[in-house]
């Protein structure tokens, strides 16, 4: 586990989006409430760019405002498939930090996405909690695409099962080794004398944990140079 100093930044209030874009605080809290009616499209526009250059997210009750804390820590899960609860994994890291959380007074929002409803969810556009912790999944530019998205909220990260580290953020990331888990079940297997392996991979394996371990298991057969060979093969349904 491996943690960067904190990055603290000033949160954009409704006073600086009224500025930004030339209009009253009434009416950029009509606009960020979906209350439009009496509100011109050129207004709107306005306040729209605002919103979007100052990457404002709306904090919610004035009380949690003034305490600077909401007492919820947010997990997302992106993952295609939808019954990601299923998975053994995610299950055992959310009952782990739901029942740490619950014995210090805070609550758990789970939410579960594809990839390409991460910037439009409720736990990104509306920010109502302390911290966000991530499990993300897709290829590793894809990855690190929504990892900046949720940086850009100035929260702190913890992040799963992953390998990035920037130095001026503020993330801890928690790892297994994937990759030597690969290589001890691989040495299992041929020291037993098998030569033809099979690796099973779930439909939705765009996982960097799930690679690692392959890479792991190829590695030592490289390594060994035997004619042992191993074929992934991708179980749907």
Known sequence: MRKAKRNVKKHVTLRDVAAAAGVSLTTVSNFVNDRYRFMSSDTRLRVQRAVEELNYRPQGIARSLRLSEWRSIGIIIVDESPTYLADYITTYIIAGLSNFLTGRGFNLVVQGLRAENVQSSPLVSHLRTDGLCVMLSGRRKLRRSLLDILLRLNQPIVLFQDSFFLQDADICTVMQD????????????????????????????????????????????????????????????
């Open 178 to 237: 994937d990759q030597e888990g690969g290589r001890l079940l691989a040495a299992h297997i041929v020291e037993r004398g098998a030569r033809q392996l099979v690796f099973l991979m779930p439909q939705y394996h765009d996982w960097a944990g799930i690679d690692a371990r392959l890479r792991g298991v190829e590695r030592f057969l490289r390594g060994r140079g035997t004619d042992a060979s191993i074929r992934p093969v991708v179980c749907r349904g």
